[in-house]
């Protein structure tokens, strides 16, 4: 077949386990307590996350495909290549990525698809949604984004087209999404591209209904990562004393997740030997998803050294694909 697996060997680093007993170390110790969203997705957490995003009120993700159904022609004439790289930060089930490599494919463009993602299951839901041919390649990365990024353009000298798609970037803080452009910036060659999504800001009650889903994937979603502590961990947390709070801070233009514990309660995790300690109605903070206005994204261009190519937005102006150039 034409699908590769490039991995890579670690050199003494932290295990993804180190990391995860780590990160509940010091998140459940301080005040107040916190824990990292990029460990939601474990495979059941993927799974989840994958319901979410075809539930009527999460509407990111069928307001992005309507932007790139519409697009991925326009898209291809944009870049105008006879061949071209593009490489995906986190791949989803490769449904959007589809649509745009299509596009490519159908101006005679060759495409080399490198989906890049921590996660060796999602690069094999991937597999089973793009089917290889003549003009297309597909080359699965399983790595850190810029260790990922690093390893194809040690192996390519085309131009190339980075997608970060589904306002992902929107779970970094300003700050961490400005160092992150800043990064890819550096990291890639003059007059090459990068789309990227982002949703916008909008009325708050449409914005807390995507984050609080009528089904309760949104709240499953959250309460896996105390199971993933309770299964990776030893941890005992009782799923059932804690509940899924999603909120929109205004001041910050972000959703919150959090989850409260119902009760006053100890909760022991084996693997880091500590108790920790619960009041009543005590959140951990899980996530932010920062919403943003054309302006937030103009400006974030400019900070980050990047031209604006084109914006792409959805009939409603609910959400925003962004062509930028190096
Ligand atoms: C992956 N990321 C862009 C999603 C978001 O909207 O922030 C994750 C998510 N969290 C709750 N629902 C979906």
Redesign the pocket.
């Known amino acids: 077949t034409h699908f590769r697996l490039l991995t890579q060997d670690s050199h003494g680093e932290n295990t993804q386990d180190d990391q995860l007993a780590i990160e509940v170390l010091t998140g459940l110790s301080a005040s107040p307590k916190h824990l990292s969203?990029k460990y939601?997705y474990d495979d059941i957490g993927s799974e989840i996350?994958q319901k979410?995003t075809q539930h009527e009120d999460?509407y990111?993700t069928a307001k992005e495909v309507e932007i790139l159904t519409r697009i991925s022609g326009q898209l291809a004439q944009l870049v105008d290549e006879q061949e071209i790289d593009i490489i995906e930060l986190g791949v989803g089930d490769g449904h959007k990525s589809k649509l745009i490599i299509d596009g490519f494919l159908q101006s005679g463009c060759k495409v080399n698809f490198y989906p890049i993602d921590i996660s060796e299951k999602a690069m094999v839901m991937l597999q089973e949604n793009i089917i290889p041919d003549d003009k297309l390649s597909i080359h699965g990365v399983v790595a850190e984004y810029f260790e990922g990024l690093k390893l194809v353009r040690s192996q390519s000298s085309n131009k190339q087209l980075v997608l970060f798609l589904?306002?992902?970037i929107?779970?970094f803080n300003r700050e961490q999404s400005q160092g992150f452009l800043r990064k890819l910036w550096m990291s890639l060659n003059a007059s090459d591209y990068i789309l990227i999504g982002y949703?916008l800001k909008k009325d708050v009650n449409k914005l807390t209904a995507?984050?609080n889903d009528r089904a309760g994937l949104?709240a499953q979603?959250?309460l896996n990562l105390l199971h993933r502590i309770n299964k990776e961990l030893g941890g005992n947390f009782q799923l059932e004393k804690f509940q899924h709070f999603?909120v929109y801070n205004p001041i910050l233009g972000a959703?919150e997740?959090y989850v409260l514990s119902t009760e006053k309660q100890d909760v022991y995790i084996e693997a880091l030997q500590r108790t920790f300690h619960f009041d009543a109605y005590e959140a951990i903070h899980l996530?932010y998803?920062f919403k943003f206005t054309q302006s937030d994204i103009e400006c974030l261009c400019q900070q980050t050294g990047f031209k604006v190519t084109k914006h792409f937005t959805d009939e409603q102006h609910d959400f925003v694909d962004s062509l930028w150039q190096v």
């Open positions: 969203a939601f996350f979410i999460y990111l589904g306002s992902n929107g779970n949703d995507a984050y949104t979603f959250n999603g959703m997740s996530e998803s």
